[in-house]
């Protein structure tokens, strides 16, 4: 497995989103993944599936130490004391005496973003996570986040696929040390059938998929596709025995346009 080093973090490449699993399902998926090799598994307070994902956590022997787990603070809990008061639930829903990134899953413009962000340092010195961070913020809103926080963002965790260009945010992370986790990296399933991806596939012997999710990884950032089949764990972590040229980066990195974003909503910032 390859990391993503950031600001004291070190982020395996490639994760498991669990965004949409549910019961049995999440557990039995979080499991065979950390069973095939996965180091990385998030989650968030509003997928309600924590529960779940600490049994699978528990259920795959591996070693706590050995899996980077990640949670998301849900935008009703921004105030200081409720941000708090949920991490503890978190974690009591995990299992665990702490998470290894806990991030704001949306900003909050009614919430003072330096309150917010002053609440994540503090549960960080408290020891319930290890590392704290942001998600779907812009490159402004990541200016002020680091401004206003007392502790280093380890990431902004955003939508980041071939068909959406985060050139700015990327570049903003790098220039703060800063890990990009990219969510829907394969483009809710999109990408598979891509003509450009199968070709550049067929000379790697590899998916569509399995080139999308290498084109992230090429470029540092850390990469957590969701799947509901366990066939497809095997798949979205084999990217590690090949390489692409610069010209098939550059011919991935072309198929970006206007209408690539799959997931926004009217609480959503102005995105860059």
């Given amino acids: 497995m390859q990391f ?7 982020i395996p490449a ?8 549910r019961g049995r399902t999440c557990a039995r998926l979080v499991e065979q993944a950390i069973r095939l090799g996965y180091r990385h598994i998030d989650t968030a307070q509003v997928y309600e599936n924590e529960r779940e994902v600490g049994e699978g956590l528990r259920a795959s022997k591996v070693k706590r130490d050995d899996v980077f787990v990640t949670t998301k603070v849900w935008t009703t809990h921004f105030a200081p004391n409720d941000l708090e008061r949920s991490t503890k639930e978190s974690l009591t829903k995990l299992r665990l005496s702490e998470v290894d990134l806990l991030l704001l899953h949306w900003p909050n413009p009614h919430v003072p973003l330096q309150e917010t962000l002053g609440a994540l340092a503090h549960v960080k010195k408290l020891g319930m996570t290890r590392h704290i961070g942001v998600s779907n913020f812009t490159v402004a809103l990541i200016e002020e986040a680091i401004a206003a926080c007392p502790e280093l963002l380890a990431c902004d965790q955003v939508e980041y696929h071939p068909y959406l260009d985060q050139t700015k945010v990327r570049e903003a992370c790098a220039l703060h040390g800063m890990a990009l986790i990219a969510y829907s990296p394969v483009a809710k399933g999109r990408i598979k059938s891509d003509q450009t991806l199968v070709r550049i596939g067929q000379v790697h012997g590899k998916t569509a998929a399995q080139v999308c999710l290498r084109w992230l990884v090429q470029q540092n950032v850390s990469a957590i596709p ?6 497809r764990l095997s798949e979205n972590i084999d990217i590690f025995d090949f390489a692409l040229s610069a010209e098939e980066m550059q011919q991935i990195s072309q198929m970006a346009s206007a209408k690539g974003r799959l997931t ?8 860059d």
């Avoid at 490639?14 to 699993?21: A, D, N, P, Q, V």
């Avoid at 926004?264 to 995105?271: E, L, Q, R, S, T």
Wanted: charge should be neutral.
């Fill in 226 to 231: 969701r799947t509901s089949r366990i066939e």
């Fill in 264 to 271: 926004d909503f009217g609480f959503a910032p102005k995105w």
């Fill in 4 to 10: 993503v080093e950031a600001n004291g973090a070190k």
């Fill in 14 to 21: 490639i994760g498991l989103g669990t965004w949409e699993l």
